[in-house]
Every structure is written in C-alpha cells, then in structure tokens.
T-cell receptor
Framework: GAVVSQHPSWVICKSGTSVKIECRSL??????MFWYRQFPKQSLMLMAT?????????EQGVEKDKFLINHASLTLSTLTVTSAHPEDSSFYIC?????????????????FGPGTRLTVL | GQNIDQPTEMTATEGAIVQINCTYQ??????LFWYQQHAGEAPTFLSY??LDGLEEKGRFSSFLSRSKGYSYLLLKELQMKDSASYLC??????????WGAGTKLIIKP
C-alpha cells in the first residue's frame, strides 16, 4: 500500500512553454500533498503544501503565479510550471500523506512519488 | 530557527559499519525520520524515532536523544547497494518535515 505515482517521469520542453506534472495517491486518500524541487547534489527543497479543496501554501521565495498547484481531489494534485525557463530545470518530487489518520503508515510519514525530471531548453 | 545538520559525505568499506549523525532544531517535535535516496530517484522511508533510544530494523538502526537534539543512522554489513544519500528530517509541531541536506555515503569494495 501507500503508492504514489507521478506523471510524466521526465519531460523536455522549450523555454516559455508550460508543463503540468501530476501526482496521484493510488491506494489511499491524500488530504495533504507536498511538492519538492531538488537540484543536482542538493537536498529536497519544499516548494508548497497542497491541501485538498483549498489553496496551496507556498514556501518563501516560491512564486505561486509561476508554480500553479491544484489539489482538486483526494487522490490528485497537479503542479504546473508556467512559462518555464532553463533555470526551472530540476527534479520535481511530490509526496503525500493522509493527515486525518495514521492508517496509511504507522508514523503518518510522507510517501514519495518517483519524481519528474524537467529539462527546459 | 529550524535546522538540520548532517555531514555532507562519508566513505566506508563494504562489509563494515557506518554511523551517520544528525543534529536537529525544530519548533516542537513530532519525530525524526531517515530516508534513503539513490541518485535520480525519490526518497524511500527507512526509519522513524519519536522516543529516546534505538530502533533496529535489520541491517539499519536509528537512535534518538531528544534532550540532545541528536540522532544517528547505523548501517551494518554494508553492501555496495547502500551507496546513496541519507536524508535526516525532523517533524515539527505543525507536522512539517524539516530536511537536512543529506549525507552522501560512498561504499568502497
């Protein structure tokens, strides 16, 4: 149990285009999902916390108009990188947990998707 | 402020034991996590400590001292596949994970 999928696993796009990344919890309901960005040889950087049915909470320094997050259902959150530029090239990882219960994991830990590698040319 | 400190890189020999230390400062405390991350992949959950003491899980053990704000991950009988980054993360009173920068563990034959 507790499987999180991401789609696509990798994407290459031209500068100025928008890219949508999907994060799905496959066998549990995720009231909370997290979006991270990770540059090479660096640790995870939390971008935003996405709560089902409400607006996402963005970390300081993350542009909410550039990184649009939608968490319209209990199993799906999407991150759209708008007007992507080469500096947005990174590994984007989502994670999910059911904040209502510890049913998914005994420690209510976050379960991570496999990540999406974005390359902007 | 909130902070997690862990060494940047460590090297160990196959078959040996290695201990990766982590010190943390969080606003409130709801547990300490260790995750393993292989290059180009997402992190995978290794261990969780919320009470003082040692939690053993096969070749991996994790220790916590809340009074010292200190944890370590102990890896025994090292295998080449253990070469990865090990991420320490403290969970604060808002259930937010505060991540360390990760320790890259290099295993040599």
């Amino acid at each position: 149990g507790a499987v999180v999928s991401q789609h696509p696993s990798w994407v290459i796009c031209k500068s100025g285009t928008s890219v949508k990344i999907e994060c799905r919890s496959l066998d549990f309901q995720a009231t909370t999902m997290f979006w991270y960005r990770q540059f090479p040889k660096q640790s995870l950087m939390l971008m935003a916390t996405s709560n089902e049915g409400s607006k996402a909470t963005y970390e300081q320094g993350v542009e909410k108009d550039k990184f649009l997050i939608n968490h319209a259902s209990l199993t799906l959150s999407t991150l759209t990188v708008t007007s992507a530029h080469p500096e947005d090239s990174s590994f984007y990882i989502c994670s999910a947990r059911d904040s209502r219960t510890a049913r998914v994991g005994p420690y209510n830990e976050q379960f991570f998707g496999p990540g999406t590698r974005l390359t902007v040319l | 402020g909130q902070n997690i400190d862990q060494p940047t890189e460590m090297t160990a020999t196959e078959g040996a034991i290695v201990q990766i230390n982590c010190t943390y400062q969080t606003s409130g405390f709801n547990g300490l996590f260790w995750y393993q991350q292989h290059a180009g992949e997402a992190p995978t959950f290794l261990s969780y400590n919320v009470l003082d003491g040692l939690e053993e899980k096969g070749r991996f053990s994790s220790f916590l001292s809340r009074s010292k704000g200190y944890s370590y991950l102990l890896l025994k009988e090292l295998q080449m596949k253990d070469s990865a980054s090990y991420l320490c993360a403290g969970r604060d009173s808002n259930y937010q994970l505060i991540w360390g920068a990760g320790t890259k563990l290099i295993i040599k034959p």
